[in-house]
């Protein structure tokens, strides 16, 4: 069963930092991407950044430049360290991992993690 467990999140100041991880388990596929997303209360779920099996990574315009992701293969971990954060980063933080198996495209998420900055 495959299980991706976030955490890091917190309570933190404009224009500090934080570093969510996300540790992926029981991966029977080859992953393609892995992501981290971004909800705010009463709004959709958004794109942040996501890292290829390559290493190629691609940012949303909102944090490009403050925040970046990365992988740890030993670990299956997936980062993003975020610096510079604006009381508008304040939202539950999800990651995702896509993958294939042969023809079959795998899709999970994370359970979230609550990030909140204050003014």
């Known amino acids: 069963q495959v299980q991706l467990v976030e955490s890091g999140g917190g309570l933190v100041q404009a224009g500090g930092s934080l570093r969510l991880s996300c540790a992926a388990s029981g991966i029977t596929f080859s992953i393609n991407t892995m992501g981290w997303y971004r909800q705010a209360p009463g709004k959709q779920r958004d794109l942040l950044a996501t890292i290829g099996s390559g290493g190629s990574t691609n940012y949303a315009d909102s944090v490009k430049g403050r925040f970046t992701i990365s992988f740890d293969n030993a670990k299956n971990t997936v980062y993003l360290a975020m610096d510079s954060l604006k009381p508008d980063d304040t939202a539950v933080y999800y990651c995702?991992?896509?993958?294939?198996?042969?023809?079959?495209?795998?899709?999970?998420w994370g359970q979230g993690t609550q990030v909140t900055v204050s003014s």
């Open positions: 995702n991992v896509v993958g294939l198996r042969g023809f079959r495209k795998y899709d999970y």
